[in-house]
């Protein structure tokens, strides 16, 4: 038997024979720690309905239409809480014919014509239905159908009213959520992979490696982030899974900073010694004995710059360079509704900006949670 072996098998022993006792162990501890942060936990909580909102898409969405986009014209800027009563006519449409699956992704168009209608008159076998406009009087334009083609109708409340195109504000808020998750966690990953790769190689060899990657993030630091997101995104072009890249790409030097920091203050340690001894890989020292014991710092900084993240895509978005229409984004819903701040309609712009601040500040308490939870000074 080699001496690697004798080395796991002796280490496997001592962890099993010194193991702290059931819910003592430290990830016991620092959850409890996080537990008791009330506003952490719900913090946590409101994050879990969001990416829950996102997940279940069009399938919970009041318009399930691809990108919320139904429009009526008629029904624009309406007050939240409004009111309005729908006919459904065949058409002649086609009927959807994708599973469930397909439309939580990509929502589905209507089987049949929705007419907002003001009131329907029966004309022997046919029925006028004067469509809605909101008028006093009403004056709608008349279409006269046969009842064979009508298929039913209900009277639908837009919660938080609709736009000046005549969609539900409440379907694009929801739908929105999934541009602002989707970019903060692509990001992070993109910038994990980054930033933990040059921060853990510049600590461990240091030297001129070290000097080379230091000098990389120094530069990098010193450009604006807005600046360099905006010329990524020129560079890339204007899009959905551009915003993604030219975020990631600027969002890495935080976290090589810190890990960079954190493997300095290890890498000399006993276990990281003993592994380089018995002949381990870099690769393995580096990934396997070092980056473990930094995950908590790791995790902190990746919470701050989610945050960090859905900003940018919220700015990117309001300047127009971010995702594009028809696609919601809440900072696009903020730029075509903010001039609406100065009318009777201010919770068109309002409301998405709400929805920005309530998931940073959401990701911002959690972060700081999870660094008070994970200070061993506390336990």
Same mark, same amino acid.
């Given at each position: 038997? #080699?001496?690697?072996?004798?080395?796991? @098998?002796?280490?496997?022993?001592?962890?099993?024979?010194?193991?702290?006792?059931?819910?003592?162990?430290?990830?016991?501890?620092?959850?409890?720690?996080?537990?008791?942060?009330?506003?952490?936990?719900?913090?946590? +909580?409101?994050?879990?309905?969001? =990416?829950?909102?996102?997940?279940?898409?069009?399938?919970?969405?009041?318009?399930?239409?691809?990108?919320?986009?139904?429009?009526?014209?008629?029904?624009?800027?309406? @007050?939240?809480?409004?009111? +309005?009563?729908?006919?459904?006519?065949?058409?002649?449409?086609?009927?959807?014919?994708?599973?469930?699956?397909?439309?939580?992704?990509?929502?589905?168009?209507?089987?049949?014509?929705?007419?907002?209608?003001?009131?329907?008159?029966?004309?022997?076998?046919?029925?006028?239905?004067?469509? /809605?406009?909101?008028?006093?009087?009403?004056?709608?334009?008349?279409?006269?159908?046969?009842?064979?083609? &009508? *298929?039913?109708?209900?009277?639908?409340?837009? *919660?938080?009213?609709?736009?000046?195109?005549?969609?539900?504000?409440? %379907?694009?808020?929801?739908?929105?959520?999934? +541009?602002?998750?989707? =970019?903060?966690?692509?990001?992070?990953?993109?910038?994990? *992979?980054?930033?933990?790769?040059?921060?853990?190689?510049?600590? /461990?060899?240091?030297?001129?490696?070290?000097?080379?990657?230091?000098?990389?993030? #120094?530069? *990098?630091?010193?450009?604006?982030?807005?600046?360099? =997101?905006?010329?990524?995104?020129?560079?890339?072009? @204007?899009?959905?899974?551009?915003?993604?890249?030219?975020?990631?790409?600027?969002?890495?030097?935080?976290?090589?900073? +810190?890990?960079?920091?954190?493997? /300095?203050?290890?890498?000399?340690?006993?276990? =990281?010694?003993?592994?380089?001894?018995?002949?381990?890989?870099?690769?393995?020292? &580096?990934?396997?004995?070092?980056?473990?014991?930094?995950?908590?710092?790791?995790?902190?900084?990746?919470?701050?710059?989610?945050?960090?993240?859905?900003?940018?895509?919220?700015?990117?978005?309001?300047?127009?360079?971010?995702?594009?229409?028809?696609?919601?984004?809440?900072?696009?819903?903020?730029?075509?509704?903010?001039?609406?701040?100065?009318?009777? %309609?201010?919770?068109?712009?309002?409301?998405?900006?709400?929805?920005?601040?309530? &998931?940073?500040?959401?990701?911002?308490?959690?972060?700081?949670?999870?660094?008070?939870?994970?200070?061993?000074?506390?336990?």
């Amino acid at each position: 038997m #080699n001496i690697q072996a004798v080395f796991s @098998k002796k280490h496997r022993q001592f962890v099993k024979e010194t193991a702290p006792a059931r819910g003592t162990s430290l990830s016991g501890m620092a959850w409890r720690r996080f537990a008791q942060n009330k506003l952490s936990v719900v913090s946590l +909580v409101v994050i879990g309905l969001f =990416v829950l909102m996102a997940l279940l898409g069009y399938l919970i969405t009041p318009d399930g239409t691809p990108h919320c986009n139904q429009q009526y014209l008629e029904l624009a800027t309406m @007050k939240p809480m409004s009111r +309005v009563t729908f006919t459904y006519v065949d058409d002649g449409l086609p009927q959807p014919t994708n599973g469930w699956l397909h439309k939580m992704l990509y929502g589905e168009n209507q089987a049949y014509t929705a007419i907002p209608t003001y009131r329907t008159t029966a004309v022997g076998d046919s029925i006028d239905i004067e469509s /809605y406009t909101g008028g006093n009087p009403n004056e709608g334009e008349i279409r006269r159908v046969s009842k064979s083609q &009508i *298929v039913g109708s209900d009277t639908r409340t837009f *919660v938080l009213g609709t736009d000046s195109y005549g969609r539900d504000v409440l %379907s694009m808020i929801m739908i929105g959520s999934r +541009v602002s998750l989707s =970019v903060g966690l692509i990001a992070v990953l993109i910038a994990l *992979v980054i930033g933990i790769t040059l921060g853990s190689l510049a600590a /461990y060899y240091g030297g001129w490696v070290d000097n080379v990657i230091t000098w990389l993030i #120094n530069v *990098v630091w010193s450009i604006p982030t807005v600046l360099l =997101v905006i010329a990524i995104t020129f560079a890339l072009g @204007k899009g959905f899974w551009q915003v993604f890249i030219a975020v990631g790409l600027t969002m890495w030097v935080d976290i090589a900073r +810190v890990v960079r920091g954190q493997v /300095y203050s290890i890498k000399e340690k006993e276990y =990281v010694e003993a592994a380089r001894a018995l002949g381990f890989s870099t690769f393995r020292t &580096i990934f396997r004995h070092i980056l473990p014991n930094i995950t908590g710092a790791v995790i902190v900084v990746t919470a701050s710059n989610f945050a960090s993240a859905i900003l940018l895509e919220a700015g990117l978005s309001f300047l127009g360079i971010g995702v594009q229409p028809p696609m919601p984004s809440w900072g696009t819903m903020v730029k075509e509704n903010y001039s609406y701040i100065l009318l009777d %309609s201010a919770y068109l712009a309002l409301l998405p900006g709400l929805a920005i601040m309530l &998931i940073v500040l959401a990701f911002m308490l959690l972060g700081n949670g999870l660094r008070d939870a994970l200070d061993i000074k506390k336990s």
